[in-house]
C-alpha cells in the first residue's frame, strides 16, 4: 500500500513537471502553404511565420556557430554541403525554402532521419539557425536545374 501511494506521488509529480514544461514551450502556429489539405474547402487556421532576424549578418554568424554546437554537421557536413544529411547550401529544398519552412522543418524535423528541435531549441535559436542556412544560399541564377 504504501508502495503504491509512493509511485502514484512520483507519477503525479512527473505528470506535473511535464506539464510545467509544456506550458513554457508553444508550438509555432500552423503554417499556411500548399502541402496542406484542405477539408471541405478549408484551410486549417495558421499564419505564415516572420524571420526577426532575416538580413542579420550577426544572427547568421551566431547560426553558424549553433550549426556546430547542436551537430547540424554531423548529417549536414560543415558549411552545410551535405554528407548523410542533404546539402542546405544548393538551394534545393524538398520541403520548401522560405524562412518559415525552414524553421518549421527545424522546429518538427521531417521524415527518415532529422530530428524535432522544437523541443529543445527556443525559437529565436531557430530562427539563427535559419538566418545562416539562408545566408548560405546560392545567387538565384545560379541555381540548378534539377528539382526534388
Known amino acids: ?7 502514484a506521488s512520483i507519477v503525479a509529480l512527473l505528470v506535473g513537471l511535464t506539464d510545467l514544461a509544456s506550458a513554457q514551450r508553444i508550438a509555432p502556429p500552423a503554417v499556411i502553404y500548399g502541402e496542406h489539405i484542405p477539408v471541405a474547402g478549408n484551410l486549417p487556421p495558421g499564419d505564415t511565420l516572420k524571420n526577426p532576424f532575416q538580413g542579420s549578418k550577426e544572427a547568421a554568424e551566431e547560426g553558424g556557430k549553433l550549426f556546430g554546437a547542436f551537430n547540424c554537421d554531423g548529417c549536414h557536413a560543415g ?20 524562412d518559415s519552412e525552414i524553421y518549421t522543418s ?18 529565436d535559436a531557430i530562427w539563427k539557425l535559419v538566418a545562416y542556412l539562408q545566408s548560405l544560399q546560392p545567387a538565384k541564377d545560379t541555381l540548378s536545374t534539377t528539382t526534388w
Open 106 to 123: 527545424i522546429f518538427y524535423g521531417r521524415p527518415k532521419g532529422m530530428p524535432a528541435w522544437g523541443g529543445t531549441l527556443p525559437s
Open 1 to 7: 500500500m504504501r508502495a503504491t501511494l509512493m509511485l
Open 79 to 98: 558549411g552545410a554541403v551535405g554528407f548523410v544529411g542533404p546539402s542546405l547550401a544548393d538551394g534545393r529544398w524538398r520541403y520548401g525554402g522560405s
